[in-house]
Structures are given as structure tokens and as C-alpha cells.
């Protein structure tokens, strides 16, 4: 039997959403090994060096960041040339990506749970992370992606972080005058691409019969892309 690459990965995580979603574009198959966060299987643990998901194994490979499991997949197979951007060189794609994971993800986290920072105050890391919905609305503009007028590697890496954003209090995100950043997401919501990636899985223990993923092919998806 073909042994294929193992992903280990929790529904929820937007960093293992961002992998799914590349390894879904790029037609590839792995393994897919759900991890319960909160007691992680032994075998999860020996493979990945953080102990966090997304974490792919391939031969002797281990990619223990969701930005390198979704280079890996693309580096494979890129139908939809997610990493050529269509209005932008691949520098200022990498740069906003980076924003993402860096300034904005604090902001995120200390507004998402700001129970756990003792120095944190709700307001003002929403206020702080909004810097950077604002800019991505105007990166936006009248297009339906961030660089130009197709899908590139910058929308799939930071959108799962932005709906984390908006699900915290949806009703106050959805009452900003962000219009095109909430286009954005709503495409991005009702996409196939997004619906394939996100079924509920079993969470894996050794021994289990192996689920493997993409579990069905992608229907075309009228949100464009």
C-alpha cells in the first residue's frame, strides 16, 4: 500500500485551516491525523518539535509550520498559481503574510482570549488588530482579492486568521464600514475550497483506520478563485 504524507491537524486551528487548504488546491493527499489538543496522542508528540498543529510528515520530512506545509504542497502542484501573485511581486505577498502571523496575531490572541494576559485590555487589541483589517481593506479595493483579480497565496494564508477575528463578535465586526474586507470573508466562507477543508473528523488514536484528505474532489466554486 502507497504510504502517503501524515498532516497532523485540529479542525479549528487557523494554522492547520491554512494547510488544509493548500494541500486541497494543490491535489495532493496525506494522512490526515485529527489531534485533541487538550490530551495530544504520544505519536503526535515524537513527530512534531513544538508539539503544535499543523504538522506534516513526509519520508523523514517534518514541517512543523503551516506557512511551509502550504509551500510544500503549492512547491508540488499550483494549478491556481497561488504563488504568483497576479498585481504584486511575491516579496510584497510574503510581507503581508508576515504581518499577519506577527503584529496581528498578537492583537488577535490578547482580544480572543484576553483572560489568559494579565496586561491585556479587550478594546484596545481589538482597536490594535483593526489597524490591520483597515489596511487590508484597502488593499482589497474593488477587487475580490488582495493582489489583483485572482487568488494568491496571501488571501488562503490570512483569511482563516481573519474569520477567527470576526467570530469573536461577529455582530461588531459585520457593523464596520470594512465592506470589502467582509466580501472577502463571506466569499471565502461559502467557498467549496473552504467547505472541503472544514468536516467534522474523528479525533485519531493509533491503530485507526487512516482518513485521508481531500475526502472528495472540488465542485466548481462560483466565489471565483
Known amino acids: 500500500m502507497t504510504e502517503f504524507p501524515i498532516l497532523y491537524s485540529f479542525r479549528r486551528c487557523p494554522y492547520a485551516i491554512r494547510a488544509r487548504l493548500a494541500i486541497a488546491a494543490s491535489g495532493q493527499t496525506v494522512e490526515l491525523r485529527e489531534v485533541l489538543l487538550r490530551d495530544k496522542a504520544p505519536d503526535f508528540l515524537e513527530t512534531s518539535p513544538t508539539a503544535t498543529v499543523p504538522c506534516l510528515k513526509d519520508g523523514v520530512t517534518v514541517l512543523d509550520e503551516s506557512l511551509d506545509i502550504m509551500l510544500w504542497a503549492l512547491g508540488r502542484n499550483d494549478p491556481e498559481k497561488w504563488l504568483q501573485p497576479d498585481a504584486a511581486d511575491s516579496e510584497a505577498m510574503f510581507e503581508l503574510i508576515r504581518l499577519c502571523d506577527g503584529p496581528f496575531k498578537r492583537h488577535l490572541d490578547r482580544y480572543k482570549y484576553d483572560t489568559r494576559y494579565v496586561d491585556a ?102 466565489a471565483g478563485g
Open 121 to 222: 485590555d479587550r478594546e484596545n487589541e481589538r482597536s490594535k488588530a483593526s489597524e490591520y483589517l483597515w489596511f487590508l481593506n484597502s488593499q482589497l479595493g474593488e477587487g475580490d482579492w488582495l493582489f489583483g483579480s485572482r487568488t494568491s497565496l496571501a488571501d488562503y494564508a490570512i483569511l482563516p486568521f481573519i474569520r477567527q477575528f470576526a467570530n469573536t463578535d461577529r455582530a461588531w465586526f459585520d457593523a464596520r464600514d470594512w465592506n470589502a474586507l467582509i466580501s472577502w470573508l463571506e466569499a471565502f466562507e461559502i467557498s467549496a475550497l473552504f467547505r472541503q477543508v472544514m468536516p467534522k473528523w474523528r479525533t485519531w488514536q493509533a491503530g485507526d483506520s487512516p482518513i485521508f484528505f481531500p475526502q472528495r474532489p472540488l465542485l466548481p466554486d462560483s
